[in-house]
T-cell receptor
Framework: EDKVVQSPLSLVVHEGDTVTLNCSYEVTNFRSLLWYKQEKKAPTFLFML????IEKKSGRLSSILDKKELFSILNITATQTGDSAIYLC??????????????FGQGTILTVHP | DGGITQSPKYLFRKEGQNVTLSCEQNLNHDAMYWYRQDPGQGLRLIYY???????QKGDIAEGYSVSREKKESFPLTVTSAQKNPTAFYLC???????????FGDGTRLSIL
């Protein structure tokens, strides 16, 4: 059974702080790891990582994957109140009828205070 | 605009009642998915369909049923057999097997 564990489960910081969110996984047939941001409703896609050691960046957010150690981190620098959200990590399975199926972690609730 | 529409936004279920959540997409995606989200538990897969007239159980299918008669529609029925239906339900879609999945705005289901 595929498994994804995120840490910490919740985090409270002040504007301007840098945060690191962690995601470790076990999957029978790894295809990709994805990060989503969820504010009130629909999760919105942030990054998809397939290759180890290659950093993906978008503004103040960046993410990297370590396929040997089976984890990924999501960094947010100079946090803003608009970064307050649930951050979800998911792994995609490459095998058979599970192709395209995502297994999600519990999520990290980030709260950024002014 | 292209997207995924879930309705209703809020739904209340009485004891012993079946309720149906709607999910429609106009993205021409082949694959559609239903997830359940409880506080502190992330998203769990209920059912998914990779093609019309075919669907597979996810990790928590008991007490739920689906149909896929049209490419753009994937309704989820929460049956009376689901004893703890209170949750946030999210529908997603993607081109067959492709990533990422795109999500609707969800339906929040509560028990009366």
């Amino acid at each position: 059974e595929d498994k994804v564990v995120q840490s910490p489960l919740s985090l409270v910081v002040h504007e301007g702080d840098t945060v690191t969110l962690n995601c470790s996984y076990e999957v029978t047939n790894f295809r990709s790891l994805l990060w989503y941001k969820q504010e009130k409703k629909a999760p919105t896609f942030l990054f998809m990582l397939t290759s180890s050691g290659i950093e993906k960046k978008s503004g103040r957010l960046s993410s990297i994957l370590d396929k040997k150690e089976l984890f990924s981190i999501l960094n947010i620098t100079a946090t803003q109140t608009g970064d307050s959200a649930i951050y979800l990590c998911a792994v995609a399975n490459a095998g058979g009828t599970s192709y395209g199926k995502l297994t999600f972690g519990q999520g990290t609730i980030l709260t950024v205070h002014p | 605009d292209g997207g995924i529409t879930q309705s209703p936004k809020y739904l209340f279920r009485k004891e012993g009642q079946n309720v149906t959540l709607s999910c429609e997409q106009n993205l021409n995606h082949d694959a559609m998915y239903w997830y359940r989200q409880d506080p502190g538990q992330g998203l769990r897969l209920i059912y998914y369909s990779q093609i019309v007239n075919d669907f597979q159980k996810g990790d928590i299918a008991e007490g739920y049923s689906v149909s896929r008669e049209k490419k753009e529609s994937f309704p989820l029925t929460v049956t009376s057999a689901q004893k703890n239906p209170t949750a946030f339900y999210l529908c997603a879609s993607s081109s067959q097997g492709a990533l990422p999945q795109h999500f609707g705005d969800g339906t929040r289901l509560s028990i009366l």
